[in-house]
């Protein structure tokens, strides 16, 4: 089963149960899938599909620093619960350990000797570990690899 088949699967039992929030998740996740669609003009591939949810969740995690920040608690647990919705259909995140062995491998494998190589190191371990990495601890991680280098 495809990642959009058991998304459309997860929205219809949504609708039966009347859970009005994961309903609303799953509504707007379709319709980016359908823009993206419409622009790529082709079906999304799971691949796509999770580029998408990332996006999502990311939106969803901004959101929540910024209702936090400006006093809003509780707009800010309506995106938190949105946001556990939208993860719950991404892989796992690599460990911390996990991280920096991807890292010292992506730095190795792209033959990486300074700062200026920073965009291969990050491309390589987009490629090889697609949506289960977090951009900003992978970043962090490069950049303490690739400091001693030069």
Same mark, same amino acid.
């Given at each position: 089963?495809?990642?959009?088949?058991?998304?459309?699967?997860?929205?219809?039992?949504?609708?039966?149960?009347?859970?009005?929030?994961?309903?609303?998740?799953?509504?707007?996740?379709?319709?980016a899938?359908?823009?993206?669609?419409?622009e790529?003009?082709?079906?999304?591939?799971?691949?796509?599909?999770?580029?998408?949810?990332?996006?999502?969740? /990311?939106?969803? *995690?901004?959101?929540?620093?910024?209702? #936090?920040?400006?006093?809003?608690?509780?707009? &800010?647990?309506? !995106? @938190?619960?949105?946001?556990?919705?939208?993860?719950?259909?991404?892989?796992?995140?690599?460990?911390?350990?996990?991280?920096?062995?991807?890292?010292?491998?992506?730095?190795?494998?792209t033959?990486?000797?300074?700062?200026k190589?920073?965009? /291969?190191?990050? *491309?390589?371990?987009?490629?090889?570990? #697609?949506?289960?990495?977090d951009?900003?601890? &992978?970043?962090? !991680? @490069?950049?303490?690899?690739?400091?001693?280098?030069?």
């Amino acid at each position: 089963m495809t990642l959009t088949q058991q998304l459309e699967q997860d929205y219809i039992a949504a609708y039966k149960a009347k859970d009005s929030v994961r309903l609303n998740v799953l509504r707007l996740l379709k319709t980016a899938l359908k823009h993206f669609q419409v622009e790529h003009l082709r079906e999304p591939t799971d691949d796509d599909v999770l580029a998408v949810i990332g996006r999502q969740c /990311k939106q969803r *995690q901004d959101s929540v620093e910024q209702y #936090k920040a400006v006093g809003r608690p509780e707009l &800010a647990e309506q !995106e @938190a619960a949105e946001y556990a919705i939208l993860c719950a259909y991404l892989p796992p995140k690599l460990e911390a350990d996990e991280l920096a062995r991807a890292v010292s491998e992506a730095v190795a494998a792209t033959g990486a000797a300074s700062m200026k190589d920073m965009g /291969k190191v990050m *491309q390589a371990l987009n490629t090889r570990h #697609k949506g289960r990495i977090d951009g900003k601890a &992978a970043s962090e !991680e @490069a950049r303490k690899a690739l400091r001693p280098l030069g």
